[in-house]
């Protein structure tokens, strides 16, 4: 019960992250590049006082990691940039369709071989994502598309790479405060067009230190106990999440394709973690 309840918290983390950027972004309240370094540097703040208050300072320096560091700012930049353009819905549908793909690729590769419920509940998840994007759903920008379907491969490396972690919120504490410099390098080197606006720090605080420290060390500390397949497909829900998020917090149309979706991805999820 803690695991499935520590898992519910980190994907609906995921899912807060995509209504947040959304919500900065849309309404004019701050840039990509200044979203993006402030939510990488306000996270490593929280991680850095979990980790001192833990005790744990030196741990975390050692599990410090310049692959996972990169991966993660492949992740960060991407989501930031990809929504200029793209809806709440359809980026976190990217986004998490091609951590799917990512993931699923590196457990095979990896040597593990991925039961039939799993396969099936992979297939239902990714009919559900399907229905959303079909023909009848306006087509994203081709550069947004392009710049999250980059952060997917880079969360899913991430992802990937977590599950090997010994110490989980130490090594997320250490990945973090690698990746903030150069998160300000890009924000100097690609200036925003946007001003930054109080609020828009604020949504960017709420996104680094809340859903992105604290979601993101809840997440690798719960990865060591599933397959990369399961955690692939877990994921899958937060585009759900996040869609419904979008319904509350947006007032964007509750439609039935919605719905059937829902649907396909929950029933999926479920398939995929059955022994």
Known sequence: MRLTLLIIVALIAFAANSILVRVALAEGLIGPGAFGAIRLLSG??????IVLMQGQVRVAVARANAASAATLLVYVVGFSYAYVTLETGTG???LFGGVQVTMFCGALLGGERPALTRWIGAGLGLLGLAVLFGPTVEQPDIGGASLMAIAAIGWGLYSLRGRKAEAPTQATAANFVLATPFALLVWWILPDETG??????????ASGAVASGIGYAI??????YLKPTQAAVLQLSVPIIALSGGVVFLREPLTWTFMLAATLIIAGVIVALRR
């Open 196 to 205: 930054v606006t109080s609020t828009g720090v604020m949504l960017a605080l």
């Open 219 to 224: 997440w690798y500390s719960v990865l060591p």
């Open 92 to 94: 976190a549908l990217i």
């Open 44 to 49: 490593a703040i929280m991680l850095f006082l």
